[in-house]
């Protein structure tokens, strides 16, 4: 179950099975494989629960990757009439130093064919990634930022480049993992688009639609308690004279009297903005390229080759624009959907009261509650400019610089999506 034990001692140890069990080599292959899976099981065990998320998915994909390298050198016979598999070869090294062989030794020398070899591994993978799924759904469930799943993602890009590079270098018949999958497996295995990539993308979705859930709510519920202090608030019922005194913190408050954003007003559309603030920084993190060197800040660190690269990390940029534009869109709605049955009610409100003072003073009262809505909505666009950057689709930029793309494929659509982003922030401009 150690995947980080070496092959040549994988093998010995399999051969010492195989003559005291008087087994074949199918048979230990198959506890090979049941083994394996056993060790990435036990990582979902609450026993191990003391190691943090990120360190159990690093460990899944270790057991993976060393799983089918392992698997190539002990058991995979490339076919070659002077070459044997590993397993073989300690067999027949073992055999050979006997004294008095068994009679059924032959059966032990057969290497496993190709059929059987792929259809194990396939079948192992299939078991491995519906177990990987289960542990992992509830595991991320754990997780509340966007950041912390990034951090993931970055430590399973590092550790499979790791890999790939070790392998690669490696002075036997593999070439690099990717080598030893089509010879496993008989196609490419990608550990983080198959595994874990659909999973965590998944809970950034989670994640983010959680977020609008909750903004929403403060919204709606802050813009309650402001209708109930409008009352109370000089300003806010006499909005001419608020806008005539004199501005005491310099030109942004003298842009504030002009629009009639009274500090009312400003509180709630800043702490709208705040929130909106934080939802897109977290989820641009996730937009980094973590072999750019603004990603980590060290600007003298150079990018490495498309050929080094395990996966895009970039790959997502575009549903996860996507996403944020369209959670965004939709808070606003509900939000002055809320607002117009608020306005809806003043409405009848007004109607209703008589033509007593009393009725009048709650008639003045709704009117002014309603005004204070529509300076509300009006304020919005402007003091808010995360809700105008989130709706026409996050900025590429995070963490103060842009990141680098890969490939100029990658740039081009990058560019695309922009002008797309910047064609439909006129166009809800307009609408607005």
Known sequence: ???????????ES????????????????????????????????????AASIKTQICSIASILISTVVQIDTVFNDPNQSDTKCLLVEVIAR???????????????????????????????????????????????????????LT??????????????????????????????????????????????????????????????AVLTEEAKRSTKNALERVVESPIDRDVASFIWSEASDGEASLRCQARGCTPLIREICQDVDSHLDRIGADVGIFLDDPDSPESDGDSTRPAFREEDVPFDCLADGVHLRTLVHTQSCRFINTWTQWIETQIASMHDEVLYYGADHAGLVQGVDAVDRCLFLGRLCHSLPNESANLHRLTSGISQESKGSTSKRRTTTTRRRTGSLSRSEEASASKAESSA
């Open 94 to 148: 073992n055999s050979s130093e006997a004294t008095a062989p068994p009679h059924f030794l032959p059966s032990w020398s057969a290497s496993l064919s190709n059929n059987v070899l792929h259809s194990s591994c396939e079948e192992w993978m299939s078991t491995c990634l519906q177990d990987v799924t289960n542990g992992l759904q509830i595991l991320l469930g754990y997780i509340t930022s966007v950041k912390s």
């Open 14 to 49: 399999l051969c010492a099975i195989l003559f005291l069990e008087e087994s074949t080599p199918r048979q230990v292959f198959t506890e090979f494989l049941v083994a394996r899976k056993a060790a990435i099981q036990r990582l979902f065990h609450t026993s191990e629960q």
């Open 151 to 212: 951090s993931i993602r970055d430590a399973v890009y590092a550790l499979l480049r790791s890999q790939s590079v070790f392998v690669s270098n490696r002075s036997d018949k593999l070439s690099d993992w990717q080598t030893a999958c089509l010879a496993v497996v008989g196609r490419r295995i990608s550990i983080w688009d198959e595994f874990v990539r659909p999973l965590v993308v998944k809970r950034i979705e989670k994640i983010t639609s959680e977020r609008f």
């Open 1 to 11: 179950q150690n995947h980080s034990t070496e092959s040549q001692t994988i093998a």
